[in-house]
C-alpha cells in the first residue's frame, strides 16, 4: 500500500495575522453570567433584556483553582455566581441554540480567541470583532447579535424575566436623575442641549416603566411634556 | 583627498550604534493591590492553597421585650467566601548570540530584568483585581452610553444605600475616564475635579486620575467588557469589597534547596535563572503566587457604560 503524505497547505488569514499588542491586550478567559439584579433595558425595542456579566475563568480568581493537566476547577467561580441567585451560561449549553424572527441562531462557544503580537491569548465574545489598522486593532461589536443571545436567554427558559421591584429601582435611579437634570434647566433656562437631555431622561423612564421603545415614548413625552422656554428673557418663564 | 564617511567610512564605520537611552514603551502600570484592598495575609504553610473567608453579620438591633417576658435568641448571618493562590509567571528566554553581541547601553542586565519582573507582577495585579469587578451585583450606567457625572453620583448613592463608609475607590477604563472628565465640562457649581498632581502621583501610584467629590480615581486599561464586549466595567467600591492574599513560599523552597538562598524568604515573588546549554540561551522566570477575591458585594458597583 502506497503512503502519501500531507501537502502543505496556505496558513488561513486568521492563523497568519496576530493582534497588535497595544489595541488587544492578553485578557482572561471568561464564562457569561446573569445576575437577577442587573438588567439592560433596549431602547430599540423596549425589552428588558439581562446584562450580561463576564465572569472571569481564572485560576486565584474567586477561588478558581488549576487543575493538574491544565484544567480548571471552576466551582468558584460558579458558587459566587449562584450566591448572588445569578446564572452561569456554560458555552455549550445546547440552549443557546434555536431560532427567532430574525432566522437560526447558534450562540453555542461564544468565547473566542486570538493571539496578539506578543503571543498572548485575547479573549472575546463572538460579538466583537477586530480590524487591524496600521499598528493598531480597531474593536467593532455586533449590538444587534448581543441583544439576540440575551434574548436567547429569556425565550429558553434559562434566565428568568426581569422582576418588577428591580424594574421600580431603576425608575428610582432615573426619577434621580430627571430631578438632578430639572435643577440644571432651572439654572439654564435657554440651552436647548439641556433640555433635550432632559426630555431623553423622560422618555426613557416611559419606555422602561411601559416597556416601549425610546422613539413611541419620545412621542408621547412630546405630547404631554411642558414646554422648555427657548428664548427666555427676564421676567418672561413659562 | 580626503578621508571621508561616504567612502572610507564604508569599511571603517558602522550603520549605526546603539545609544545609550533604552526607551521604555508606555505600559499602564497603575497596581491595584494598593487601592482599597484587604491583604488576606500569607497563604504559605497553611496546609492548603485555599482560605476560607468566614463572614458574620453583627446587624441585629436590641428588641424591648415585655416586662419578665424570656427574650428569644437571634443567630447572625453568616456567610464565607473562598480565596485561592495560583502561580502567575512568566519567562523570558535571551539566547547567548543576543545577550554576547550587546553593548552595556544594550544589556538585559540584572536590573532590567527586575524592572521587567516587578512590571509584570503590577500588571498582573491589576488585571486579577479588575476582573473583579464583572461580577458586582450593583451596577449603574446605561449599555452603550457613555459615562457622565450622573452615573459617578448614582455609584456614590449606591454606595450609601447600602451603608458605605468613605473613602470611596473608583477605578475605570481610560474611555470612561475620558467620558467623565468631558461630561464635567458641562457642570456647574463646586463639581471640578482635582486633577493629579506630582505629589499626588507619588503619594498614590501610576494610574491615579485625581479625585472628586472625595472620590479618588484611577485608569486602567484592563478593566473588563461587559454585555458581550459593548461596554466597560468600572467599579467604584469601600474598604473590605475586594481581597488578596500572596503566599511567601520562596521559604519552603529554601529549605528543600530548590530555590538559592539569596531570595528573602517572605518573598512571594522572585526570578530565577536557568541555563539552557543545548540551546544556547539563558532562561528567567518570574513566579508569583496569589489570588483575588470578591468578600462583600454591597461594598462595591460596577460602572457599566460604552467601552
Known amino acids: 500500500m502506497a503512503l502519501r503524505g500531507n501537502r502543505i497547505q496556505p496558513p488561513t488569514a486568521s492563523e497568519n495575522t496576530r493582534l497588535p499588542k497595544k489595541g488587544a491586550k492578553a485578557s482572561p478567559n471568561f464564562r457569561m453570567a446573569t445576575n437577577p ?4 433595558w433596549n431602547p430599540l425595542t423596549g425589552e428588558w ?10 485560576p486565584g480568581v474567586n477561588g478558581g483553582v488549576s487543575v493538574r493537566g491544565g484544567g480548571f476547577d471552576d466551582t468558584g467561580p460558579r458558587q459566587i455566581v449562584r450566591s448572588k441567585g445569578g446564572v452561569v451560561i456554560d458555552p455549550w449549553d445546547t440552549r443557546l441554540k434555536g431560532k427567532d424572527a430574525d432566522g437560526e441562531y447558534d450562540f453555542t462557544g461564544y468565547v473566542s480567541t486570538l493571539l496578539n503580537t506578543a503571543g498572548q491569548k485575547v479573549h472575546f465574545s463572538i460579538f466583537e470583532e477586530f480590524e487591524i489598522v496600521g499598528n493598531i486593532a480597531i474593536r467593532e461589536f455586533d449590538q444587534h447579535e448581543a441583544h439576540r443571545f440575551a434574548r436567547c436567554l429569556l425565550s429558553s427558559g434559562m434566565v428568568p424575566k ?8 431603576e425608575l428610582r435611579k432615573q426619577d434621580e436623575r430627571i430631578k438632578r437634570k430639572i435643577r440644571r434647566v432651572g439654572d439654564n433656562p435657554g440651552n436647548r442641549a439641556v433640555a433635550s437631555e432632559l426630555e431623553i431622561l423622560q422618555a426613557t423612564r416611559h ?19 411642558p414646554e422648555v422656554d427657548a428664548n427666555p428673557s427676564k421676567g418672561k418663564r413659562k | 583627498m580626503a578621508i571621508t564617511y561616504a567612502t572610507e567610512g564604508a569599511d571603517l564605520r558602522v550603520a549605526e550604534v546603539a545609544n545609550p537611552l533604552l526607551h521604555l514603551i508606555l505600559a499602564d502600570l497603575t497596581d491595584l493591590y494598593g487601592v482599597g484592598m484587604v ?5 504559605a504553610g497553611s496546609g492548603s492553597s485555599t482560605d476560607n473567608i468566614s463572614k458574620l453579620d453583627l446587624d441585629d438591633p436590641m428588641t424591648a421585650p415585655a416586662e419578665g417576658a424570656a427574650v428569644s435568641a437571634t443567630d447572625p448571618a453568616t456567610a464565607s467566601v473562598q480565596v485561592s493562590i495560583a502561580r502567575q509567571a512568566l519567562r523570558r528566554d535571551i539566547t547567548d548570540l543576543f545577550a554576547g553581541t550587546g553593548t552595556s547601553a544594550m544589556a538585559f542586565n540584572p536590573a532590567l530584568i527586575a524592572q521587567d519582573a516587578a512590571n509584570s507582577i ?3 495585579r491589576t488585571g486579577l483585581v479588575a476582573s473583579l469587578f464583572s461580577s458586582v451585583s450593583n451596577s449603574v450606567g446605561t449599555t452603550t452610553v457613555d459615562l457622565s457625572v450622573d452615573d459617578i453620583y448614582d455609584a456614590m448613592f449606591q454606595l450609601h444605600t447600602t451603608l458605605n463608609q468613605p473613602p470611596f475607590f473608583c477605578t475605570l477604563y481610560s474611555e470612561q475616564i475620558n467620558n467623565f472628565q468631558s461630561s464635567l465640562r458641562g457642570e456647574g457649581g463646586a463639581n471640578q475635579f482635582k486633577a493629579v498632581t506630582a505629589e499626588m502621583l507619588s503619594a498614590k501610584g501610576p494610574g491615579f486620575v485625581g479625585s472628586w467629590n472625595g472620590v479618588d480615581f484611577w485608569s486602567s486599561d484592563q478593566v473588563p467588557t461587559a454585555n458581550g464586549g459593548a461596554d466597560s466595567a468600572g467599579c467604584m467600591w469601600s474598604m473590605g469589597a475586594f481581597g488578596y492574599k500572596e503566599a511567601a513560599v520562596a521559604s519552603m523552597l529554601q529549605q528543600g534547596g530548590s530555590v538559592i538562598s539569596s531570595v528573602p524568604a517572605e518573598s512571594a515573588a522572585w526570578i530565577e535563572v536557568q541555563r539552557s546549554p543545548d540551546t544556547g540561551s539563558t532562561i528567567y522566570v518570574y513566579n508569583y503566587y496569589t489570588g483575588v477575591v470578591e468578600i462583600e458585594d454591597d461594598r462595591a458597583c460596577a460602572i457599566i457604560t460604552d467601552r
Open chain 1, 162 to 169: 426581569v422582576h418588577n421591584g428591580i424594574i421600580k429601582q
Open chain 1, 37 to 40: 439584579r442587573r438588567w439592560n
Open chain 2, 39 to 43: 491583604n488576606l495575609g500569607d497563604g
Open chain 2, 122 to 124: 503590577v500588571i498582573r
Open chain 1, 49 to 58: 433584556l439581562p446584562a450580561l456579566v463576564h465572569l472571569p475563568w481564572v
Open chain 1, 207 to 225: 419606555g422602561m416603566e411601559n416597556q416601549v421603545p425610546l422613539t413611541e415614548a419620545l412621542d408621547i413625552i412630546r405630547g404631554n411634556a
